[in-house]
Nanobody, 116 residues
Framework: QVQLVESGGGLVQAGGSLRLSCLAS????????MNWGRQAPGKQRDLVAR???????WYADSVKGRFTISRDNAKNTVYLQMNSLKPEDTAVYYC??????????WGQGTQVTVSS
C-alpha cells in the first residue's frame, strides 16, 4: 500500500510559479512510476508529467517547457515545479504512484487557481 499527500497549491497570477509536493509513504520502494495529473471542472483527469524509476520524464504538450517533475528520494517526495502559469492551468492537481505496473494509487489533490 502507498499513501500520497499533495501540497503546495494556491492562487497565483498568470505568469507566476508554484511548486507542488507529493509525499509518499508506505511501501514506497515498490513504486515504478510517479505521475502528476490534473482535473479542471467538468473535464476528465489528464496526466501532465511522468517520472519513471530510471529517471526518464514525459510531459504533456500543454505544459512542456513550463513544468518540471523531480524527486527527492531521501524525502520520499516528488515535486512539480510550475512556471509561466496560465489561467488554463487552473485545476485540482493530483499525484499518483504506479506499483508493479498494475496498482495505481492517487492522492487527494491540491487546488491550483491561476488568475488572469
Amino acid at each position: 500500500q502507498v499513501q500520497l499527500v499533495e501540497s503546495g497549491g494556491g492562487l497565483v497570477q498568470a505568469g507566476g510559479s508554484l511548486r507542488l509536493s507529493c509525499l509518499a509513504s508506505g511501501t514506497t520502494g515498490t513504486i515504478n512510476t510517479m505521475n502528476w495529473g490534473r482535473q479542471a471542472p467538468g473535464k476528465q483527469r489528464d496526466l501532465v508529467a511522468r517520472l519513471s524509476s530510471s529517471g526518464n520524464t514525459w510531459y504533456a504538450d500543454s505544459v512542456k517547457g513550463r513544468f518540471t517533475i523531480s524527486r527527492d528520494n531521501a524525502k520520499n517526495t516528488v515535486y512539480l515545479q510550475m512556471n509561466s502559469l496560465k489561467p488554463e492551468d487552473t485545476a485540482v492537481y493530483y499525484c499518483n504512484a504506479i506499483v508493479g505496473g498494475i496498482h495505481v494509487y492517487w492522492g487527494q489533490g491540491t487546488q491550483v487557481t491561476v488568475s488572469s
